[in-house]
């Protein structure tokens, strides 16, 4: 902030030089008494006054102070707790964990999940709320202090937040789409006697259910509410479905009001949404577990198939599991906890927070096959026959279920107020990610103005995703989700872990963290940093890329061209890296070879310290 002030002459009894003069050249004022001091700052300088050929003409000198802008901190503790659960507990929560978990044994796959969760997700969990408090900024200025060559990785998680933003609020409007539909006496997909239903519709408790056949639910999903037979996949997309469009805009609204006002706006909104979730999951155990069949649908999601454990796929499904479940990488634990105060106990933070959002994943387990189970009692078929993995586990089973039950509207309405606030966190999240980093990078174009920057940018994100709101939106939507982080993401948070672990170095951060909590790190979490958490994702990045095909799945016909494009709109992001690293040893560094080098990949002192009581990042 600038403060100025004009001056016409100089204040009586100071005999100092004025602080806009030399005092080699400025004499000092031989006349101490100046009968007009009361109006010193209205009169213009008397011709005996020595700065008079200095301000003659009217001249005015400005004289300027600046003041350092502090930054914004969570109101409370808790909303910073609730913000990280909030992003970190989402959607996959529900849709992922449980299927992924008895797909591979049971309760069998916990042994690998909680490996991983300790000496992989963990600790990079812990690196990015240390490296976010600590220096006070978001992923791009922070790479000043650490390896201001690999900026490119600020820039490639901007680019990875924007392809979230395009599909992620597009599947909450399916979520809110379904909410209104839920405001009825009776459940649209109830019954087969609806406009869109065909002539292979067939109430799952009918006695003549067959493979054959489609249930209610499912036909509402996939011809009333996406209405993809319309289109054809990505050869034709058609044109956008004004209703869900309408849907996916009231998402955009919600999330402007929730971040244009910062860490004041979101840190109100978590309390509500972040907590929700909670209540509705309690509620819809409860229930769960008093329906018939419930306790087999228990026994199948817990009992342990540990002979699955030979098989790597287990263990490559665990490692990726808790990877996109705690979420590092995304910049968004950067974002928030560098809005936390300096001496934050980011270490205890690190342990409650993924342990919750780990814990949650196990309940949502009990939730969802509780239903299942029950569904396989009513169907009078195996549970491995009623489960489906993603989306369609909770727009097309569950519904299903709801259906059968008493008060099915009441059991809607909650379900999908659930599933809309697991949603919504994750991007506040995401997005907070991008506008807390732009807005430190460029805060006098972004920064003071931040109201208007998130207003462009959501406006822009909702423009590009368009596309996923068209009948063969379903498509793309997943497509993006393989395609836009799912592959870039592992990679870039590979380079962002080698640039701070090797590059700044484990000593250098330990040293870090030891400023704000007061001792260093113990040696395991030393050892995991140095060895264990670069390896951890360089496994699974390795694996990602052989199995893209499987991540894509079967379900949907992808042509020849798509995967072309797919493969450029992962290469989109991750190319930010190298294409960064060329620029800032070319053209942003100067002097011989090894200079170049020092110059790009050891941290820039001149930005100063993040230390209270010493110059730091200011936003």
């Known amino acids: 902030m600038e403060h100025s002030s004009e001056f016409g002459a100089s204040t009586a009894g100071r005999s100092t030089a004025m602080p806009w003069t030399n005092n080699k050249e400025s004499p000092n004022n031989e006349d101490d008494s100046n009968e007009d001091d009361g109006d010193t700052l209205a009169t213009p ?6 700065l008079a050929p200095r301000l003659a003409n009217n001249e005015r000198v400005l004289v300027v102070s600046v003041t350092e802008r502090t930054r914004e901190t969570w109101g409370q503790k808790a909303e910073f707790l609730l913000a990280v659960i909030g992003f970190a507990v989402d959607l996959g929560n529900v849709w992922r964990f449980p299927y992924i978990c008895y797909q591979n044994g049971g309760g ?69 789409y379904y909410l209104f539909a839920s405001f009825t006496s009776k459940l649209p997909w109830t019954s087969c006697d609806n406009p869109w239903n065909t002539d292979n519709c067939m109430p799952v408790t009918s006695e003549n259910f067959t493979e054959l056949a489609t249930s209610p639910a499912k036909e509402f999903f996939e011809r009333n509410v996406l209405e993809s037979y319309k289109g054809n996949g990505l050869d034709y997309m058609g044109p956008v479905k004004p209703t869900l469009a309408l849907c996916v805009f009231g998402v955009f609204v919600l999330v402007y009001f929730s971040l244009w006002k910062g860490v004041r706006s979101a840190g109100k909104v978590v309390w509500v949404t972040a907590l929700a979730p909670y209540v509705v999951l309690i509620i819809l155990l409860v229930r769960g577990v008093s329906l018939p069949g419930a306790d087999e649908g228990i026994k199948y999601y817990l009992t342990p198939e540990w002979h699955k454990l030979k098989n790597s796929k287990v263990w490559i499904d665990a490692a990726s599991q808790i990877f996109f479940s705690l979420g590092p990488g995304f910049g968004t634990l950067l974002a928030l906890s560098s809005y936390n105060k300096f001496n934050n106990n980011c270490y205890r933070d690190a342990l409650i927070t993924s342990t919750i959002n780990c814990l949650t994943s196990f309940l949502a387990g009990f939730v969802i096959f509780s239903v299942l189970g029950y569904m396989a009692y009513v169907q009078k078929t195996s ?81 590009c995703a368009l596309p996923t709101m068209t009948y063969g939106g379903v498509v793309l939507v997943n497509f993006l989700n393989v395609y836009g982080p799912g592959l870039a993401i592992l990679f870039v948070v590979f380079v962002e872990a080698a640039g701070v672990f090797w590059f700044y170095g484990v000593d250098r951060f330990s040293s870090d963290v030891e400023q704000m909590l007061g001792s260093k790190p113990g040696l395991f979490w030393r050892i995991c940093w140095t060895y264990i958490s670069p390896v951890f994702l360089l496994t699974i990045f390795i694996f990602s890329i052989l199995g893209y095909k499987e991540m894509l799945g079967e379900e949907y016909y992808y042509p020849d061209w798509s995967y072309k494009v797919g493969w450029a709109v992962t290469c989109s992001s991750v190319l930010c890296i190298p294409m960064y690293i060329i620029y800032k040893f070319c053209f942003a560094s100067k002097g011989d070879c090894r200079q170049r080098l020092q110059e790009s990949f050891k941290p820039d002192d001149s930005c100063g310290s993040a230390v209270p009581g010493q110059q730091g990042t200011s936003v």
């Open 108 to 176: 069998a796959f916990l042994v690998p999940y909680c490996l991983f969760l300790i000496f992989g997700g963990l600790p990079l969990f812990y690196m990015e709320l240390a490296l976010g408090q600590f220096h006070r900024c978001g992923c791009l200025s922070i790479w000043k202090r650490i390896c201001p060559a690999l900026k490119g990785v600020g820039y490639a998680i901007c680019l990875i937040d924007i392809y979230m933003g395009m599909y992620y609020n597009t599947i909450i409007g399916w979520a809110v």
């Open 45 to 50: 300088a008397k011709v005996t006054d020595p």
């Open 383 to 463: 549970i491995d026959k009623v489960g489906l993995e993603g989306p369609g586990l909770v727009f097309i089973v569950y519904p299903e279920a709801i259906a059968t039950m008493s008060g099915s509207v009441f059991w809607s309405i909650i379900f999908f107020l659930m599933l809309i606030t697991l949603g919504l966190d994750s991007t506040f999240g995401g997005l907070e990610a991008m506008i807390t980093a732009l807005c430190d990078e460029y805060p006098r174009a972004i920064g003071r103005r931040r109201e208007l920057f998130v207003l462009l940018l959501l406006v822009f994100i909702f423009l």
